[in-house]
């Protein structure tokens, strides 16, 4: 399974942005169990898990980005999207998905960067 995000881009701050990751050559029946997660990390910092929705449509975030960011997905399209509203510098970083495991091979990211 290839992990392909998208969607990133160069804004300011309170401006939005919605990334999209398409889980090619996945097994539809297969994706629709996973419980998938948009990870981001930032230079020189970890990476982290902002955002899970797992495969009966239950999200959970990382609390810098409760009532900001909304995760979520499309099983027929393969797809896990991460809407981002009013974004702040602090959420510049390159964006991953993946399953909350991590189980699957981390793609390229997309890059996401807030100006002030």
């Known amino acids: 399974v290839q992990l392909q995000a998208s969607g990133g881009g160069l804004v300011q701050a309170g401006e939005s942005l919605r990334l999209s990751c398409v889980a090619q050559r996945s097994i539809l029946s297969v994706f629709s169990t996973y419980n998938m997660g948009w990870y981001r990390q930032a230079p020189g910092k970890q990476r982290e898990l902002v955002a899970s929705i797992s495969s009966g449509g239950t999200t959970t975030y990382t609390d810098s980005v409760e009532g900001r960011f909304t995760i979520s997905r499309v099983n027929g399209k393969k797809t896990t999207y991460l809407q981002m509203n009013s974004l702040k510098p602090e959420d510049t970083a390159v964006y991953y998905c993946?399953?909350?495991?991590?189980?699957?091979?981390w793609g390229q990211g997309t890059q996401v960067t807030v100006s002030s």
């Open positions: 993946n399953t909350v495991t991590r189980a699957l091979s």
